[in-house]
């Protein structure tokens, strides 16, 4: 299990997964880029998300909408009007927190301060419940408590927006040791706005999309209307969002240029419980089928008072990062909201004529919402582990073969005896149907270890013994099992590992 993300962080980099955006310019925060290793591994979860959701099912569809869209779309959506995170900046420190994640711990010490008032300290600490947000608090109550003594009760926990304004004078904040520093909560749109034509004013303002899913609704007459669907059906699309988030942080976990993979799913008002229960569950097995180990997901369901006004339950599948449980995915049984929205906006009729009850309805829509860059950092999470094989420590991304960026490594054992022209022959083979690798260079030892790094589950090595009777060995990345296989059953060998219909041999 990885517990410090700087290891991730520098492999990524290392090896090509993961990059700073515009690192020769110094970055820019909030944007990543993915290297020849990272877009392929990206790239294989849209895919298989894709695979799963729309092409292995008679129940869906896709799209892919633009990412800039009439206006009115946003106002329909309310992202206008109430897509913004009140902020709190430090006047000392220039920090700036969202308000919504920061908590104040009140504590009381036994002992009156220099001035003879009583010593209470009001220190403010982040995070996304009061549990999370301890850390900060704790610390400086612990050095307070050997001026003051021992605080003889548990602080008293508020979150900074229920505080009256006049106590919030009374803060220290996170970064520093002062009261007061902390601005009143400001509002802050999160949309990127942008210019559509020649003329830079308000009827040519634009926005970006923060999420995929408008688009969905804004076509699903569109969809209807092709014929191709009846209800229960679902619209799923991958794509670009962008929010200018203020605070990005834990590597690309929150970004303000991320990819989500968004399915609305459609269905009668009276079955709508049945779909949510179906995809919160079918969402979740999906993380675990692909390696997620179910001990560190779980799916949290949302109390009332977290529950978006319009719905009716929402579930988030959680994640535990070396940085805290974090959100991947979130599965929201949104009602009749976003088409009745969309209908009071355009003017257009958004039902849907059910043939068996011959009425219109307003659909109700179950919306499981995925990030396609949290889910890749998850996996990537999962898979890095470091053990030991003969007295050496080796770095192992221990990805699931369906989102390995290379599926096998071609390898002569050494550059002679007419072992890489065989090794070369197999791997043109191969390449018709897999990300393969050919590598012919240095100690082969060193090259499974490089192979080891970047995820590859297999290595296919040509030796001498395959000169002679036309076997390759294969090694699997996980235990290092080697075993012989005719050469020309390589392919359907490493297809039936990739799929899971064949199993690595116990032992060599
Ligand atoms: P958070 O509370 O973490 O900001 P959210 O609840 O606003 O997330 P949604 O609006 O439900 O997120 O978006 C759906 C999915 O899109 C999230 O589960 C996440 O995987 C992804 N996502 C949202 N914001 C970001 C971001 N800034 N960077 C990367 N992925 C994101």
Not at 30 to 40: A, C, Q, R, S, T
Request: hydrophobic share 35%.
């Amino acid at each position: 299990m990885l517990e410090d993300m700087e290891k991730l962080v520098s492999l990524c980099k290392r090896r090509g997964f993961i990059f700073p955006s515009s690192e020769i310019y110094g970055g820019i925060n909030g944007f990543w880029d993915y290297g020849p290793l990272g877009v392929e591994l990206k790239r294989n979860i849209k895919d298989a998300w894709w695979q799963d959701v729309v092409q292995r099912r008679d129940d869906m569809v896709g799209l892919d909408c633009s990412i800039i869209m009439n206006p009115k779309v946003w106002e329909a959506s309310g992202h206008l009007g109430g897509f913004s995170d009140p902020m709190v900046d430090c006047k000392a420190t220039k920090e700036r927190y969202r308000a919504d994640q920061m908590y104040v711990f009140i504590y009381l010490f036994p002992q009156v301060n220099h001035k003879g008032e009583p010593a209470e300290a009001w220190l403010a600490g982040l995070g996304a419940s009061p549990e999370d947000a301890s850390a900060i608090p704790e610390k400086k109550a612990a050095k307070l408590a050997k001026k003051f003594g021992k605080p003889e009760q548990p602080p008293q926990i508020v979150p900074y927006l229920e505080l009256p304004e006049a106590d919030r004078e009374k803060v220290i904040g996170p970064s520093t040791d002062d009261r007061g520093t902390l601005t009143p909560p400001r509002s802050f749109n999160l949309m990127f706005r942008t210019f559509v034509g020649a003329l830079e004013d308000d009827s040519a303002t634009a926005y970006l999309r923060p999420e995929t899913a408008q688009g969905i609704f804004a076509n699903f007459k569109n969809v209807v209307d092709t014929g191709r669907v009846k209800l229960p059906f679902g619209i799923a699309q991958v794509g670009k969002s962008f929010r200018n988030e203020i605070n990005p942080r834990n590597f690309t976990f929150r970004s303000r240029e991320f990819e989500q993979m968004e399915i609305e799913f459609f269905c009668k008002p009276e079955d709508a419980a049945h779909w949510y229960a179906y995809w919160r569950k079918e969402r979740f097995d999906w993380y675990v089928r692909h390696g997620l180990q179910s001990d560190r997901l779980r799916l949290r369901d949302h109390d009332k008072d977290e529950l978006a006004f319009y719905s009716t339950a929402t579930a988030d599948i959680e994640y535990s990062f070396p940085f805290g449980v974090s959100e991947l995915e979130g599965i929201a049984h949104r009602g009749d909201y976003d088409l009745t929205q969309h209908m009071k906006f355009s003017g257009k009729d958004l039902t849907y004529f059910d043939e068996e009850s011959k009425a219109r309805i307003t659909p109700h829509v179950i919306e499981p919402s995925a990030g396609a860059d949290r889910a890749t950092l998850a996996f990537l999470c999962e898979a890095y582990t470091e053990d030991q094989v003969g007295g050496e420590i080796r770095t192992v991304l221990r990805f699931h073969p369906r989102f390995a960026p290379i599926k096998a490594a071609i390898l002569p054992l050494v550059k002679k005896e007419g072992m890489p022209e065989k090794a070369e022959a197999l791997y043109h083979a191969l390449r018709k149907r897999f990300a393969v690798f050919y590598d012919e260079k240095g100690a082969v030892g060193r090259r499974y270890r490089r192979q080891d790094e970047a995820g590859t589950p297999f290595c296919i090595t040509v030796d001498g013994q395959s000169l002679q009777d036309d076997t390759v060995t294969f090694r699997d990345r996980d235990r290092c099992v080697q075993w012989r296989v005719p050469i020309n059953q390589a392919e359907s060998t490493l297809r039936g590992l990739i799929d899971g219909d064949l199993t690595v041999p116990a032992v060599s």
